[in-house]
């Protein structure tokens, strides 16, 4: 079992930055893929960013492509997603994920946080 907590989220203009955390508790976390998802209102949740349980490999989607990056500590069983130049279409409730997959499908995805709220302001 892992448990994942978000934080922060906020309320930023557009063309600013957030750093996301994600904590996971337990001693397994460098067995697990991690990735972060977001849903804006209105809109199924789509895939943002993906990482290796080494960190080695990334995935992002192509709308975040050289604006966010996804990093992890093992040491201290979080992952981040650094997002730069935000544009008020990234305005979503963001979620961490852990997979024994390092894949997009949110299906494939076991255990998920409670959620960040990302609002961009134009």
């Known amino acids: 079992q892992v448990q994942l907590v978000e934080s922060g989220g906020g309320l930023v203009q557009a063309g600013g930055s957030l750093r996301l955390s994600c904590a996971a508790s337990g001693r397994t976390f460098n067995t697990y893929a991690m990735a972060w998802f977001r849903q804006a209102p209105g809109k199924e949740r789509e895939f943002v960013a993906a990482?290796?349980?080494?960190?080695?490999?990334?995935y992002y989607a192509d709308s975040v492509k050289g604006r966010f990056t996804i990093s992890r500590d093992n040491a201290k069983n979080t992952v981040y997603l650094q997002m730069n130049s935000l544009k008020p279409e990234d305005t979503a409730v963001y979620y961490c994920?852990?997979?024994?997959?390092?894949?997009?499908?949110?299906?494939?995805?076991?255990?998920w946080g409670q959620g960040t709220q990302v609002t961009v302001s134009s």
């Open positions: 994920a852990a997979s024994k997959f390092l894949v997009r499908v949110a299906t494939m995805y076991n255990y």
């Open positions: 990482i290796s349980r080494s960190g080695d490999i990334t």
